[in-house]
């Protein structure tokens, strides 16, 4: 260390370091006397605070100063990351430390982004640490210069080219931007798979998400390489081969190449498929709290089957589900092979370990900063102070994410520390708005241009509670409604909702006969939970509904006027059972939803009928990403009282929503004049094969279908030449701008006044 023997030492921390080299050589080094430190003072400075330093400093008023502690204070001073140099000098018996601040980042900016959001990367640059305000550090720029190249490796941009500018500005601040060149996305422009023998090429790629440039990769950027992807879709090949048998299935290698211009890719998977094996015996062994047959019931693998790795991992979970159903949380149950190369076959041997029983010390909620806990708590099914049950943390997950309130629903089960029959619950949400003030517009082939309006709060003051006011008209079709629900009416899930409605149909934009309805109605209803997928609906309704005919309007119309009226009144009830168990609502491929519903006209008002519905449908799951769906619906309706049922309350059938490749509802009975009436019965059946659109295999926002429908509308009495087919095609795709729906449909049966209508879609929603 260097010292001026005049009035005042000065310390510099680089002269210290070289002093520390050197003492190395030399048989003595230069001291210092020590002395009581008087008073401490600060100089340089221009952002940080004087109170900052002496946090920092070791040494106090009062204390000795001395060489250890000097250089602990300057060690102590660039530790914090806020100094550029730091040196000490001594004033008679004060202390003065002066040092040269680092300069702030007056702004962080991009040049030549196109391929991200620049708001997305301030939010990435911030976590490394580089943001307007902070410290600059030269080092940390290096960081983002880099993690910036990395994400555009990501995108498949490997010619990429990221400069990072640093200029000084006044008042010791500094303007960080980066400069990029993005060039071309990096194509894959090969893919090749070597050593596949019970599989062809062909079949194996389709597995992959990575694909070579095809008709519409531009938009899925399919085509561009990732590491990740390409993991992933080494795993589904894996998993493929031994779903089907092949135990030793590896791969060998994986290479990857890219031209030198960085513009092509090419990817080389070689693998070794080995032999197929059976399953020759099962066996469980462990700790057995649950019978043997119980557990065999959930183990999916059989004797003699061809081994499959899906089966084997669905066996283990189901065990270890169940034994986290009565309370074991960590129970631990693995599948040891044993095998018989010589015969192709494998004994499983199912070890399990329930380890310690635990129960749940506390629900813990986090991350609602409008959703009120008692909103989130009520959908809880797993209890404080209850053993753990593993199904009732899912089911309770799935309730909360079924609010709608959130955009993720994280559960995590720690165990409490000191304990080892305790965990706590931690569920951790992402909230998302829940209020739309929404304009809307659409067309559809049967209703024409479709404007409206909502304005609706799902989660009133954090509450739960939904209201809706909507507006929506069309050139024949105008609603306005007002709703309200609470869905928590009673503590044990009762809900209640209120509605007011005026609606004005135009039947003539409908394929109907020319006739106008205005109907004022409000009413009442309630839900009540019976099982965690079921619920009974009732409601109770006033409606007043006018009726105008025309001379041109056909007689069956006139004559239901001349008889009851222009003007009905209606008290109507109506009751229904609802069960959803579908595993998705926006991209189901397996579950079933039914729905029973029945409403009608009491006594007290001048409509007196009745109308019964029931609806089926189930999905099977054909492949990973095919699905069959069926849907059966029927409907009958009568009038009682010598009344007969509104001719505005009959079915019809026909249009993108019902049987295809027939226009709106014109697949009904019709008077004498070849004008439509409706019929009382209704039957409809739907038959539709669901699949991803070719290169979109994990874009769940469209899916396209092949279909055949059925059914049709009868009066009185139902037989089959009343009964309408169609088979065709089918695209259903929520874009940015609104869900559309189109179809193809070609009509398999023409009978007299049926009206044909090939293609047929919905456009609409909010913007």
């Not at 490997?158 to 990029?180: C, G, I, K, M, Q």
Request: aromatic share 12%; net charge positive; with cysteine.
């Amino acid at each position: 260390m260097a010292f001026s023997f005049l009035h005042s030492w000065r310390f510099n921390f680089c002269l210290i370091c070289a002093a520390l080299c050197t003492s190395l050589n030399a048989p003595a080094a230069l001291a210092m006397d020590p002395f009581v430190i008087k008073d401490i003072r600060v100089e340089g400075l221009q952002r940080t605070e004087a109170g900052t330093i002496f946090s920092y400093l070791p040494v106090r008023v009062g204390d000795t100063l001395t060489d250890e502690k000097s250089s602990e204070a300057i060690r102590s001073l660039f530790a914090t990351g806020f100094f550029k140099d730091v040196t000490l000098e001594v004033d008679g018996n004060v202390l003065v430390v002066v040092i040269q601040e680092r300069p702030s980042i007056a702004q962080v900016d991009f040049t030549g982004v196109k391929e991200f959001d620049k708001e997305t990367l301030n939010k990435a640059m911030r976590q490394i640490g580089l943001a307007e305000g902070r410290i600059f550090d030269r080092g940390t720029a290096d960081r983002a210069e880099q993690e910036l190249k990395r994400q555009y490796l990501t995108r498949g941009k490997y010619a990429a080219e990221v400069t990072t500018t640093v200029t000084p500005l006044e008042r010791n601040r500094v303007s960080v931007n980066f400069t990029v060149v993005e060039g071309d996305s990096s194509k894959i422009r090969q893919i090749s798979i070597i050593g596949a023998k019970a599989f062809t090429e062909k079949q194996l790629l389709s597995l992959f998400v990575l694909r070579e440039p095809g008709l519409l990769t531009w938009y899925s950027k399919q085509d561009q390489y990732s590491r990740q992807k390409l993991s992933a879709d080494l795993e589904t090949l894996r998993s493929y081969y031994q779903d089907r048998g092949y135990l030793e299935f590896n791969i060998d290698s994986t290479q990857v190449s890219i031209t030198p211009d960085k513009k092509d890719i090419y990817i080389t998977v070689s693998i070794i498929e080995g032999e197929k094996y059976n399953v020759a015996d099962v066996k469980i062994e462990g700790q057995l709290l649950i019978p043997e047959a119980e557990i065999r019931k959930l183990i999916t693998v059989k004797q003699g089957d061809v081994f499959s790795r899906v089966r084997l991992n669905e066996s283990t979970k189901k065990i270890t589900e169940r034994l986290g159903n009565d309370g074991y949380a960590f129970a631990n149950v693995n599948a040891a092979p044993e095998l018989n190369k010589e015969k192709r076959e494998a004994i499983f041997t199912f070890f399990i370990d329930p380890g310690r029983r635990v129960y749940v010390r506390r629900i813990n909620i986090g991350g609602n900063s409008r959703t009120r806990d008692e909103v989130i708590r009520r959908e809880m099914r797993q209890m404080e102070s209850a053993w753990y049950s593993g199904e009732n943390i899912t089911t309770s997950k799935r309730r909360v994410d079924k609010l709608g309130y959130f955009t993720e629903v994280n559960v995590e089960n720690p165990a409490v520390q000191g304990t080892t029959d305790q965990v706590d619950v931690n569920f951790t949400v992402v909230e998302r708005p829940t209020g739309n003030i929404l304009l809307g517009a659409g067309f559809g082939s049967g209703s024409g241009i479709v404007l409206s309006g909502s304005i609706s709060q799902n989660n009133i003051f954090g509450s739960g509670k939904h209201l809706s006011v909507q507006v929506s008209g069309s050139q024949f079709n105008k609603i306005y409604s007002v709703s309200f629900t609470d869905p928590y009416f009673t503590a044990d899930g009762v809900s209640v909702g209120y509605d007011l409605y005026h609606r004005k149909i135009d039947a003539q934009g409908s394929n109907l006969g020319e006739y106008v309805t205005k109907t004022t109605g409000a009413g009442v209803r309630f839900g009540v939970p019976i099982s965690e997928i079921d619920t009974i609906q009732y409601g109770l309704a006033f409606e007043e509904t006018s009726i105008t005919t025309f001379p041109t309007s056909p007689l069956f119309y006139t004559d239901y006027v001349s008889s009851f009226g222009p003007r009905n009144t209606a008290f109507m009830p109506s009751v229904g059972w609802v069960r959803d168990g579908r595993d998705s609502l926006i991209y189901p491929m397996s579950g079933t939803f039914q729905r029973a519903f029945a409403d009608g006209g009491l006594p007290g008002g001048t409509l007196r009928y009745y109308r019964m519905n029931y609806q089926y449908q189930r999905y099977f799951p054909m492949t990973r990403t095919t699905a069959l769906m069926w849907n059966g619906e029927i409907g009958y309706g009568d009038g009682y009282s010598g009344k007969s049922l509104p001719f505005f309350k009959n079915y019809f059938a026909g249009g993108v929503s019902s049987l295809r490749g027939y226009r709106l509802n014109t697949v009904a009975p019709r008077d004498a004049n070849g004008d439509p009436r409706g019929g009382n019965r209704k039957l409809l059946t739907n038959l539709e094969y669901l699949f991803p659109f070719p290169g979109l295999n994990n874009d769940k926002s469209v899916r396209l279908s092949a279909f055949f429908d059925a059914g049709g509308v009868s009066d009185n009495k139902f037989d089959s030449s009343a009964l309408r087919y169609s088979t065709g095609a089918a695209l259903a795709w929520v874009s940015p701008f609104g869900p559309l729906k189109f179809s193809i449909g070609v009509p398999l049966i023409n009978k007299l006044n049926d009206k044909r209508q090939i293609f047929q879609f919905t456009f609409g929603g909010a913007f």
